[in-house]
């Protein structure tokens, strides 16, 4: 019987964070955004059945449902399979499986989970249906299929580490989103960077919309952030090519005030509650994904990353073990 286990990394967003999202990208000269690849994943196993039957196992939500066909499963509206519904009506497959999915990232971690599941049931059906898809292609799916869950514009920014891992320049212009990969140095990141969890999840596709709105509706505020988001993101990719970690201290403290100008549902009581922690051991907060929750990365410039885990999870925040990855 065919059987498919597939796993992909989730990511931290160093720069350039909702730059991403079609049509902001065409207005700031072609900004880019720097991601990281982390060693939390999303799980996909796809085993094969004998009949029609379909059966969905989402372990994350403790919820399992089975059906006698693939049109009984695409007329149910369970939330819980929502994203797994719109990747069987793209793929259409004609046999009955058996689906479990897994995510090792907190339920709205800011970490694209949920982009990175995505990339694991692209990989897995498209292995079992015998129709590879090539990166670009896979991305494009992915930002069409969950556009269909969220009912809203995403960005893409979140589909590259999935795919490629390491470290991501994701230049964005009128021909879409172009990848750099590089490989991942290890003395930039030992002992500097510290991921949290705020305990609060948040919703990446309703702050993204907002200031796409915001944007379009000619909102001058916005504009400016943004262009200030740019800036920060097109300094740090040369900060970080040319190896000069001294700088990235002010490039992580000039992206948190940007972002938090943008609105208010960009930050919280967790997020600000951790900015403050980290400045009082010398370290920088950085948001990860659109805010309003999920987690932040705690940079400590002079690996005092010991001293920033203890006092974050004195005052109970959930530290994560989590370090970047590359295949």
Not at 82 to 89: I, N
Request: charged share 25%; proline share 6%.
């Amino acid at each position: 019987m065919f059987e498919i286990q597939v796993k992909s990394p989730t990511r931290v967003d160093l720069a350039g964070g909702t730059l991403d999202c079609w049509p902001l990208y065409l207005f700031l000269n072609d900004p880019v955004t720097i991601n990281v690849a982390i060693d939390i994943f999303t799980y996909a196993e796809l085993k094969e059945n004998a009949g029609s039957e379909i059966t969905l196992n989402s372990a994350d939500l403790n919820a399992s449902k089975r059906f006698p066909n693939l049109a009984a499963c695409l007329a149910d509206r369970d939330p819980a399979f929502d994203l797994v519904r719109v990747h069987l009506a793209f793929w259409k497959p004609t046999k009955g499986f058996t689906l479990t999915t897994r995510s090792e990232s907190p339920v709205g971690g800011g970490l694209g989970g949920s982009s990175s599941l995505c990339i694991s049931l692209l990989k897995a059906f498209s292995k079992w249906m015998e129709k590879p898809l090539e990166p670009y292609e896979m991305v494009r799916i992915a930002s069409h299929l969950e556009a269909q869950v969220l009912l809203k514009p995403t960005g893409t920014q979140d589909y590259f580490p999935p795919i490629f891992g390491g470290l991501n320049y994701i230049t964005y212009g009128v021909p879409g989103p172009q990848v750099e990969v590089k490989k991942i140095e290890r003395g930039l990141f030992e002992d500097r960077f510290l991921l949290v969890y705020t305990g609060r999840s948040h919703h990446s596709g309703i702050n993204n919309w907002q200031v796409i709105k915001n944007w379009l509706d000619g909102d001058e505020h916005t504009r400016g952030v943004l262009a200030k988001l740019a800036g920060v993101s097109a300094d740090m990719k040369r900060v970080l090519t040319a190896g000069r970690l001294g700088d990235l201290p002010t490039l992580f403290k000039r992206e948190y005030e940007a972002r938090t100008e943008i609105s208010d549902g960009f930050s919280s009581p967790e997020i600000r509650r951790l900015a403050e922690l980290a400045s009082s051991v010398g370290a920088n907060a950085k948001i990860c994904g659109a805010g309003g929750g999920g987690c932040v990365l705690i940079w400590c410039p002079d690996r005092q990353i010991q001293e920033a885990r203890d006092l974050c999870a004195k005052e109970g925040f959930q530290v994560l073990n989590a370090r970047p990855w590359e295949p």
